[in-house]
DNA sequence: CTGTTAGCGCTTTCAC
DNA sequence: GTGAAAGCGCTAACAG
């Protein structure tokens, strides 16, 4: 059934249906509620194609994500997807997800069938990729990426900055009493947070300590390890911050190992939030981002852009602290 | 530029452009060649909506995944994702992702502007409410499930099984030579793995001890602690199959504790393939499926229905054991 | 093999 | 406030 089979059944014509279904003013609101109503009880529905094709509006919004996406991981892009297709959603807008590295290929074929684009960039992101992605700057584009926006000033920003939670956590961990804290790094030294961490120890009133801070790796053995060996300085740390919650999770291990407990004897503090964080025992407090808030925010960058012709903007979201239980006042 | 522009501008007409960029077999080779030449060379893109709404196809497929899920975990979907776009992409058709419970409430506004479903089922998807979701049978469908189709026989049915896997993993042990293997489940002893376990241990040609199964839970810890039970038990496990890979970690973790090692005094086999699995120490031979498989599979089941009006199938996909290290011929 | 023509189903002026 | 008519950009049927 189309809109003017459907117009015929009320005795109206096409336009004046049209008009009601998009909410128009010049609408009779005695004309509007019944249009509302047939069409609930008929099961009309409109063709999208042809609204699309006379409007010019696609009323989809496409989400990148390559592959090599480090930014966040894929553990986290479902939940992201989920909250840019609440928020997007809300505006009747559908998504459309585009994973692959099988970029530009279906060049020929189909044009741009979205109304704007969310990136979720990876560290190797170029701004003349961002520009061909968008068809040259034709398509409102907002780019999830590290703390430092793209040399592409067309597009809006959302900023990922692991520093704040860093920061919450060894503060909280100064402020429960903690005076000698140690560090295990994912094995790059000269990460970001790395590199800060001397800075937030000092405005926690801290002070940094080079050999309590060990470049362990990835695997929980490693965190284990790591953590062995900090525990067995002449004077040895209280707490532990890890890098990743896998480590955390061995750096528990190695806690026990040695007798001792969490957080009674050593407070432990990972990063990430994954999902054995709760799981662990005893759960993990640990640093990690508002994915839902992430997604919202780019959400309505483009929403913006798209419906109000806002002008481009740069948002920085945060990570911070989720207190659980495995960080405790300084014996 | 639409169309027509383009065609005037080769000198052609816009019908033969539309037949060439379609790859009809009445335009000549020579003129075929001009137009995907000068099309590529001018950027000239068909305006999709136009086409979708004259073809009445979308080139979309449309994959809906309610956010209580349980048969494919949310660190899956990524995967499965990708899978299902880069199948539908080889064949012109993007990938619409729909995530939230916010099922039909779109109703009135927008028609199915898909070609196709794929629905990732819960335990409590009925039969009703894929026939809601596929308009009443007028999209063609396939649901991802538990090892029985729903009673909806319109839809194709791409079936996950658990007990193949489960079964080479306790094969393999008992090959390894190993005559007493411990179970770890994961707190629900009424699970379809639990039922079948005494009837894979019998094929396997190995005894079925209820002494040597605990249904212990979700935590790294609670997989240490029955472990440790089992460890301990007067005629002990030489292999310790687990529900899950955290419970996996934990057991090795007990292993460790007891000051014996994996896999030369105990070996310990997972299951799911979760991403720690292969970065704990020793690497964990575990039980998984095949996602990217899975994905493939639904994805051509779709596309069978739509483009060759096949009929509705059923496909039984499998687990199987990913060998790592951490299981080894016993002592 | 190619040009011409008639819609696909909707929204949007323009009359009334 | 509503109806009539034009047209979005494309494909497909029909001529030639």
Redesign the interface.
């Known amino acids: 059934m189309n809109i003017t089979e459907f117009a015929n059944l009320l005795n109206l014509s096409a336009g004046t249906v049209s008009r009601a279904?998009n909410d128009r003013a010049e609408v009779s609101p005695r004309t509007r509620k019944l249009v509302?109503e047939k069409?609930?009880e008929l099961g009309?529905?409109?063709?999208?194609?042809?609204?699309?094709?006379v409007t010019g509006k696609?009323?989809l919004i496409r989400?990148e994500c390559p592959?090599t996406t480090h930014v966040l991981s894929?553990?986290y892009?479902?939940?992201l997807?989920?909250a840019v297709?609440?928020a997007v959603?809300a505006h009747?807008y559908?998504?459309?997800?585009?994973?692959?590295t099988?970029r530009r290929e279906?060049?020929?074929?189909?044009?741009?069938?979205a109304d704007g684009l969310i990136l979720v960039s990876s560290p190797d992101t170029t701004a003349a990729e961002v520009e061909a992605l968008t068809d040259h700057g034709a398509m409102p584009v907002v780019v999830i990426c590290e703390v430092r926006p793209l040399d592409f000033p067309a597009a809006s920003y959302v900023c990922l900055d692991t520093i704040p939670g860093v920061g919450e956590a060894i503060k909280k961990l100064a402020e429960l009493g903690h005076k000698r804290v140690g560090y295990v790094g994912s094995g790059r030294p000269g990460s970001h947070v790395r590199a800060t961490l001397p800075a937030i120890f000092a405005e926690a009133g801290l002070v940094w300590d080079d050999e309590l801070a060990i470049e362990a790796g990835?695997?929980?053995?490693?965190g284990t390890q790591a953590a062995l060996q900090l525990l067995s300085h002449p004077s040895p740390p209280t707490a532990i911050f890890t890098r990743t919650d896998?480590l955390a999770?061995g750096a528990i291990?190695a806690v026990y190992?040695l007798g001792l407990n969490v957080p009674a004897d050593v407070s432990v503090i990972g990063h990430d939030n994954?999902?054995?964080a709760s799981?662990?025992?005893p759960p993990l407090t640990t640093v990690a981002i508002d994915i839902p808030q992430v997604g919202a925010a780019a959400a309505n960058a483009v929403l913006a852009t798209i419906e109000h012709k806002a002008a481009p903007s740069v948002q920085n979201l945060s990570t911070h602290l989720i207190v659980r239980k495995s960080a405790a006042a300084a014996r």
Chains 1, 2 share one sequence.
């Open positions: 279904l509302l069409a609930e009309f529905r409109r063709n999208a194609n042809a609204r699309r094709l696609n009323f989400l592959d894929d553990r892009l479902v939940e997807a989920r297709e609440d959603g009747g559908d998504l459309q997800l585009r994973l692959g099988r279906v060049a020929i074929g189909d044009s741009m069938p990835v695997t929980q053995e490693q896998i999770a291990q190992s994954i999902e054995i799981l662990v025992n």
